[in-house]
């Protein structure tokens, strides 16, 4: 299933949700306004979602949650794997960017988030084998939150002058944290690095923070 080039506006729930499935493409998508969430990778009990791409897609001004989000659905179930967002903008949303609270071996490559309420990023709900590479977080609530997730890489990315915290690890396991610039100006009061809970087993190598 291939959705291109489609505009979403004013959505009064989420603008698209794919639940279930595999190989689905979203790409070239605007979506602005919506009420609950912008673009939903969803979990099910049985035709779990997998191998699907987000692509080249601008999210904007989400009210409530977030513009991109691979979620549970409300029986807590999963989404699968191998999943990949790529290329998206993702701006001015409720909560998060982009929210990965379910799945694994999931790549985010060469996003931007900006000006969202919560994060520009957030890993978590256990999720497993997770790669953030060349992501730009600029006035995000925060940067990127690692909360409960393991097997990450975050990479080449720029993290610079979030709203509180830049980089949170909190119940974080086995995360590569390398190559990456991390500011924050001077009226800014969060950590730029936040290490918290039972976190183990992070390595830091040839940042500029």
Known sequence: ISLNNVDVKHAGKNA??????????IENCVIDDAVNNGIVFKGSAKNKLRNSVIRGCKISRVHNNDCITLHKNSGLDDIGSGHLLENNVASQCGEQGIDVTSGSDITL????????GDSGIVLG???????????????DGAGILVNDAQDVSIANSCILDNMQHQVVFSDAQDVNFEGNIVYQGQDR???LIDIAHNSSSIDFTNNHI
């Open 16 to 25: 698209i949700v794919a639940e279930g499935g595999e190989n689905i493409s």
């Open 109 to 116: 490559l060469s996003n931007t988030t900006y000006g969202n």
């Open 125 to 139: 709900h256990g999720v497993t084998n997770i790669v953030v590479a060349n992501h730009l977080s600029v006035d």
């Open 189 to 191: 009061r969060g950590s």
